[in-house]
């Protein structure tokens, strides 16, 4: 009995771990998507991606890229978040802003007096408002972009951008 209890409990627990939680309503199936931007062939981190959806979609697909240009797209709706894409033909966008100058560490700015954090945070918003955008304003708009991708069920998903070509 000892020996089927356990045989039971281990099985219950495969089977939670298995099913995660549901999809909701009208969620697409997802294939996976990497895409990588560069910029003359040097990887660019922190690049916003995103495919445009279909009207009327209430899922969104995008990630940002990591330290070596590169990101395997997600698809969220609401809470619930799927690492992939789904099929059909998409147009890319990104987006970037250039860094800023200067940024303060948690001590440095704990060690202000309020009025001088304030200060340095409203030349901040200044600066990165300011701040030209290292991509290009055409692959930043969704009609104007360039940039299409088709993703395919068991298809090579990738794609690599590079931002000197644009």
């Given at each position: 009995?000892r020996l089927y209890c356990m045989f ?48 009327g979609s209430v899922y969104a697909t ?78 930043s708009d969704a009609m104007r972009t ?21």
């Amino acid at each position: 009995m000892r020996l089927y209890c356990m045989f039971f409990l281990s099985a219950l627990s495969v089977a939670v771990v298995g099913c995660g939680p549901k999809a909701p309503d009208g969620f697409p199936q997802v294939f996976p998507c990497t895409i990588k931007v560069v910029n003359g062939g040097t990887p660019v981190e922190g690049v916003g991606i995103s495919l445009t959806m279909p009207k009327g979609s209430v899922y969104a697909t995008g990630g940002a890229t990591d330290a070596s240009g590169a990101v395997a797209l997600g698809t969220s709706q609401g809470s619930f978040h799927k690492t992939g894409a789904p099929a059909g033909d998409f147009k890319v966008v990104l987006s970037k802003a250039a860094p800023v100058s200067e940024s303060l560490t948690e001590e440095q700015a704990r060690a202000m007096e309020p009025h001088e954090r304030q200060a340095f945070m409203v030349k901040m918003a200044a600066e990165q408002a300011k701040a030209k955008s290292i991509v290009p304003p055409d692959l930043s708009d969704a009609m104007r972009t360039p940039i299409q991708l088709t993703v395919k069920e068991g298809g090579d998903n990738t794609l690599e951008i590079d931002l000197a070509s644009y």
